[in-house]
């Protein structure tokens, strides 16, 4: 084996493990026009990596933004109600959520944010664990995880997280009948042999 067939094989083998889907798991949606309250996420808490410092606030407020772009799906900011580096479990959120009124809410981590130059030694990197909950019944209806690094130093931890939020906005919401089929004319036949 050359060592140009060893270098691209090792090419192959790193953009393979880089490349890996996001863990979503959804047990039911958003109906059509519901309202997800969103809790501020968590700070990621890396030692030395300053970029942890407000990055649950922003990724929050990315999840927001995007999630409000769906038609008929409204998400609003909730402040945190703790510490930005502090844990809020579920059950906590689920009932500061409720006793505002909204029937889901978003409740997550930044497990990791970190932005590099064009001129870096590391890459871009994002990553984040979220669960959609239901306050009526305490449930978990979605959950979603997922790692990103950034292999050619142009896209920001912000865009990535943006993606992250379409992925999960796609995922939760139920989409009137209308908009997720097209105008389709079916042939049945005529039913004879």
């Given amino acids: 084996m050359t060592m140009r067939t060893r270098a691209l094989l090792a090419t192959v083998m790193l953009l393979a493990g ?3 889907a996001p863990s ?27 970029d942890c410092d407000g990055s649950g ?5 990315i999840f927001v933004r995007v ?9 609003v900011s909730l402040p945190r109600p703790v510490g930005a580096k502090a844990q809020l479990a579920d059950d906590a959120a689920i009932a500061y959520a409720k006793a505002k009124g909204y029937r889901y809410v978003i409740n997550g981590e930044v497990q990791d944010y970190h932005r590099a130059g064009l001129v870096a030694f590391h890459s871009s990197r994002a990553s984040i664990a979220l669960r959609v909950l239901s306050t009526s019944n305490g449930q978990a209806i979605a959950s979603y995880a997922y790692q990103e690094d950034s292999t ?13 939020a379409k992925q999960l906005g796609i995922a939760i919401f139920n989409e009137p009948k209308k908009q997720r089929q097209g105008n389709f004319l079916i042939y049945k036949g005529n039913g004879g042999g």
């Fill in 152 to 164: 050619t130093h142009l896209t920001t931890p912000d865009e990535m997280l943006e993606d992250m």
């Fill in 57 to 61: 606030a922003n990724a929050g407020s």
């Fill in 24 to 50: 979503i798991t959804v047990k039911h949606r958003i109906p059509h026009g519901g309202t997800v309250a969103v809790v501020m996420f968590e700070d990621c808490s890396i030692a030395n990596q300053t």
């Fill in 18 to 20: 880089c490349a890996t």
């Fill in 67 to 75: 999630l409000s772009q769906k038609p008929d799906l409204h998400a």
